[in-house]
Each structure stands twice: as C-alpha cells, then as structure tokens.
C-alpha cells in the first residue's frame, strides 16, 4: 500500500493551535483503524488518538481534552487539532493506519498498525 501523507507541523507558541492533516488516499480498502502517535526527542513513539471506521476514538491521557481526532471519508483524509498546546507536546507526529480486523484500536496497540507516514515536526514554545 502506499504510504500515508502528514502535514500541517509546525512552530507555535505555548497556548496555541496547530492542525494536523493526513493524506490516507491509495487504499483498496478503508483502514480499520487509523492513529496519530508522537515521538518525542530521545524517547519512544507514543499513541495520541485514534479513530475506527464508526469514528470510536481514543485519547491519551496527556491530550485528552485538548485535541481532536477526525477523518474526511470523502475527502480520504484524516485530522489532528491541537488545542492548548504545551512545550512537552513537542514531538514528531506521525499517522497510521491499520487494517486487521482486531476490534480495537486503542492508543497504547503501536504495533496493530502497519502502515506508517514520513511524520511531521510539531514544536511548541514557551
């Protein structure tokens, strides 16, 4: 399949919003599952939020409140709105699909997704 497509990082101060988009067009098949997850500097990739085809999402503690998980079927795309932004959510933010049919698609299955996006630098200053 072909690989997935973000955009919309950035440099913004703390307090501020960024939206993030994802390109998940090329598929024969709508994913089961499709994720947001962030590496931050040094440490391990992360879930963020997730969405499954019934629009069920799943949220990280850490952002739960402040960000937005959405998709566009007709526009095949998917979203991250970012709200409230705070130093420690500087990171590389990536999206991912995945198709299993393993009904779930909480943020803490990193590896229940196959296919990956090039990522997109989010920084956040105080």
């Known amino acids: 399949q072909r690989p997935l497509v973000e955009s919309g990082g950035g440099s913004v101060q703390a307090g501020g919003t960024l939206k993030l988009s994802c390109a998940v067009s090329?598929?024969?098949?709508?994913?089961?599952?499709i994720g947001w997850f962030r590496q931050i500097s040094g440490g391990e990739r992360e879930g963020v939020a997730t969405?499954?085809?019934?629009?069920?999402?799943d949220y990280a503690a850490s952002v739960k409140g402040r960000f937005t998980i959405s998709v566009d079927n007709d526009k095949n795309s998917a979203h991250l709105e970012m709200n409230s932004l705070k130093p420690e959510d500087t990171a590389v933010y990536t999206c991912?699909?995945?198709?299993?049919?393993?009904?779930?698609?909480?943020?803490?299955?990193?590896?229940?997704?196959?296919?990956w996006g090039q990522g997109t630098q989010v920084t956040v200053f105080s």
């Open positions: 991912a699909a995945d198709f299993t049919s393993y009904p779930d698609c909480s943020t803490d299955l990193v590896a229940k997704f196959g296919d």
């Open positions: 090329g598929y024969s098949v709508r994913p089961s599952c």
């Open positions: 969405i499954d085809r019934s629009a069920t999402t």
